[in-house]
């Protein structure tokens, strides 16, 4: 059984509970450079780029989530420099998911190696064989986005505690709701909430979460002195989709699982990958690590001119890059050189109503 998802009813009550007669219910944005500092500096907040009261309501709640200490930052990518770069010393080995997410790549084999990082890849089917070794950070990435290959994050997480590394995780694609890879054994989880923790395509903002006190210390100090921070008003904006993101997690899931089916089943589709699916190879590892299957699809056409034309016609999708939106979107991968056939969609089911959604795409299939 995988670990439960945490308690939505609680997030929506988090910040109400402790409030005076007459505050607002809604959290205010607190837009503060600096703050009311008499005599010593010994407690409460100082200085904007240190923290601040918006961003203390949106790490409670993601805190609430993950179940563990957690710091925000201003986009994905900040959150996973942060859980990487601060634990890195020249020499250290690094293992990362060839087919994981290309910017993740980009920051370890460009900027990192720069600093004496050395960076290995393999790919998430496979990425146990070899064992781990040797490895400073194993940084895993289940499913793998676009293919949405899984990895065994428990399985993982033991032997690379066993062989004295840290294990990251980036948990983009599925949130709290779907999969907790801290509850698996993972060290830092890491997510872009861009995508569906944010959910309505308008913010950019990022979170990292660790039990681990020293691990914690170490990346709040990255923060603070390198000045990856996020705004008040972005804060409040994810603080505000958070308190929808159960819902919508839950219906995109819900709709992702009846839209594979179908296409699955379509003579138009020559191949699909879906963790929900009984016929996908993943399929056993879903079970056990995932409390939902996602609400991303990959599905293969014939060319790379019949996945455009899908894409183009139906009237329910955004082509778009990025994912996780309220509205459904999709994107032929090879178009930014991502190792998958030409025709090759990534679709990212969003909150329309399903069988609207499906009409839209069946008229728009060949
Ligand atoms: C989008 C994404 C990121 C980066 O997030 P940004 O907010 O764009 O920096 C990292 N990992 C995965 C899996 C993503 O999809």
């Given amino acids: 059984m995988p670990p439960k998802p945490p308690s939505a009813a609680e997030l929506l009550h988090l910040h109400g509970r402790d409030l005076a007669k007459g ?5 205010p944005i607190t837009l503060a450079s600096m703050f009311h500092l008499p005599g010593l500096p010994d407690g409460g907040h100082f200085y904007g780029r240190a923290g601040g009261p918006t961003w203390d309501v949106l790490e409670a709640a993601l805190a609430h989530l993950e179940a563990a200490p957690t710091l925000v930052f201003p986009s994905g990518m900040a959150a996973i420099t942060a859980a990487l770069l601060p634990h890195l010393r020249s020499g250290d080995r ?13 920051l370890c084999h460009d900027v990192l190696a720069r600093f004496g990082v050395e960076v290995e890849e ?28 899984l990895s065994d994050i428990a399985a993982i997480s033991a032997e690379v505690r066993a062989a004295g590394g840290l294990t990251v995780v980036d948990n983009t694609t599925m ?10 054994g993972a060290d830092i989880v890491v997510s872009a909430d861009t995508k569906a923790s944010g959910g309505h395509s308008d913010v950019l903002m990022g979170h990292a979460s660790t039990r681990d006190a ?12 390198s000045g990856s921070i996020p705004g008040p008003f972005e804060s409040w904006l994810l603080h505000r989709s958070l308190e929808t993101l159960e819902l919508r997690f839950a219906r995109m899931c819900d709709s992702a699982g009846i839209i594979a089916e179908r296409l699955a089943a ?6 699909l990958r879906y963790p929900g699916l009984a016929s996908d190879p993943a399929h056993a ?7 939902r299957p996602g609400f991303l699809i990959g599905a293969t056409f014939a060319s790379a001119e019949v996945a455009e034309r899908v894409i183009d ?32 969609v990534r679709f990212s089911i969003g909150c329309e109503p399903v069988e609207e959604l499906w009409a839209a795409l069946e008229a728009a299939l060949p």
């Fill in 175 to 184: 949130t709290p709701f779907g999969q907790r890879p801290l509850e698996l």
């Fill in 285 to 291: 590892l879903a079970r056990a690590q995932m409390a």
């Fill in 122 to 149: 393999r790919t998430t089917a496979a990425y146990a064989e070899g064992g781990f070794d040797g490895f400073r950070i194993v940084f895993v990435e289940s499913p793998s986005n676009p293919g949405l290959d």
């Fill in 23 to 27: 505050d607002p219910i809604a959290p």
């Fill in 266 to 271: 379509h003579p138009a589709v020559a191949a």
């Fill in 214 to 225: 020293d691990l914690l210390a170490e990346m709040t100090r990255w923060r603070t002195v």
């Fill in 94 to 106: 690094v293992l990362l998911p060839s087919d994981g997410y290309y910017v993740t790549r980009r």
């Fill in 313 to 344: 016609a139906c009237a329910c999708l955004r082509p778009a890059t990025s994912f996780g939106g309220v509205h459904s979107s999709a994107e032929r991968r090879a178009r930014w050189g991502d190792a998958v056939p030409e025709g090759f």
